[in-house]
């Protein structure tokens, strides 16, 4: 006998956590929410509330979180879709087991991959794909968006991307925001991808003004005093939400082993940090480790960005990238003098 028990976070304010809230509503939309067992909260101002003493006792620090128990052991479960997926019952399959089935029934025809492709539908992807491999799911996203599906190219290891997007034989669109601070090799590598696979790789730059008056008010370098987040704000966040103003689904090389602020990263996602009506999010390269890029960039002969050979990992803007020493995490070697929390740029608030 299975028992799904959901362990919910009440804030201090007394309000509950707004992603507990999307979980559930995501579990309903889904039909899955009547395998939920029980819902116990841990609240913030009570360390003995029973959620939080969940918490404690399983060491987890996310919210929502899931408890799975089946013959006599318990599954923590930190990701919904992983929960989805591996552990509760897709609806059509219950009302499979509760039917008897019409022997000369026949198959029930495919959802068709042209139309709108909206929420829910992303939503059943994200399940579906929740552990696949990156071919996988590439093909899944240019077979349903096609040249309106667009990979963010940085021009560093994500390269793999593009490779994996020409492997589908599929179209595909690829944009890359030059801040007008890239390394001069990351112009040249960007250059030789381009030729390399015979794509248009679309440069987005900063609007030239908003770019003038900050450098006016605060100089060259104020990332420096101040903190990244104003210059990424003006040199990529306004460009990248032009950039996908143009497309109904993106690509980006996020990695779960990236940082602890992408720990979490899912392979597909609902996506409405930049856009109100919310698009697509793909992140095929969420679940393999560096190693294994490196080893996929390797054994296809991809051709890489050159600062890879002096020690750069993870490539951004030259002022605020740095050669790593042997041992050091990727994301070390970006914004160093900030705390590791705060190392994104605005590009994928979660
Ligand atoms: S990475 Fe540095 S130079 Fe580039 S946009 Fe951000 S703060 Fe500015």
Redesign the pocket.
């Known amino acids: 006998m299975k028992k799904v028990i959901m362990v919910k976070k009440r804030l201090a304010n007394g309000e509950p956590c707004k992603k507990c809230g999307q979980v559930e509503e995501m579990l309903k939309r889904r039909g899955l929410w009547d395998q939920i067992d029980e819902v116990l909260w841990a609240d913030e101002t009570d360390p003995e509330s029973p959620g939080m003493l969940l918490a404690k006792k399983h060491d987890v620090e996310l919210a929502p979180f899931f408890l799975v128990e089946e013959g006599g052991e318990t599954t923590v479960v930190t990701q919904a879709v992983v929960l989805a997926k591996k552990h509760l019952a897709a609806p059509q399959d219950r009302s499979r087991a509760t039917r008897p089935a019409k022997a000369t029934q026949p198959e029930a025809p495919k959802e068709p991959v042209a139309g709108p492709i909206g929420q829910d539908s992303i939503e059943a992807g994200a399940i579906e794909l929740a552990g696949a491999g990156p071919l996988t799911i590439m093909t899944w996203m240019l077979e349903r968006f096609g040249a309106r599906c667009a990979i963010a190219f940085s021009g560093a290891e994500d390269v793999a991307l593009i490779e994996l997007a020409a492997q589908t034989g599929k179209q595909f669109s690829v944009f890359c925001l030059d801040?007008g601070?890239l390394h001069p090799q990351t112009y040249r590598f960007i250059e030789k991808v381009r030729q390399h696979y015979g794509v248009t790789v679309q440069m987005m730059f900063p609007q030239a003004p908003a770019v003038e008056d900050l450098v006016r008010r605060k100089g060259l370098m104020s990332?420096y005093d101040d903190g990244?987040q104003e210059?990424?704000g003006v040199?990529?966040v306004e460009p990248l939400r032009r950039a996908l103003n143009s497309f109904d689904a993106w690509i980006t090389g996020q990695r779960r082993d990236q940082s602890p602020t992408r720990a979490d990263v899912p392979e597909l996602v609902w996506d409405t940090s930049h856009r109100a009506e919310g698009m697509a999010k793909a992140n095929p390269l969420a679940g393999w480790s560096q190693q294994k890029v490196w080893g996929f960039i390797r054994n296809n002969d991809i051709p890489y960005n050159e600062l890879h050979d002096q020690g750069f990992i993870s490539i951004?803007?030259e002022?605020?990238t740095r050669a790593v020493r042997p041992g050091e995490h990727e994301r070390a070697g970006r914004w160093w003098w900030e705390e590791a929390t705060q190392r994104e740029?605005g590009l994928h608030k979660g």
Request: aromatic share 8%.
């Open positions: 801040t601070r990332f990244h210059c990424c040199r990529k951004g803007c002022p605020c740029c």
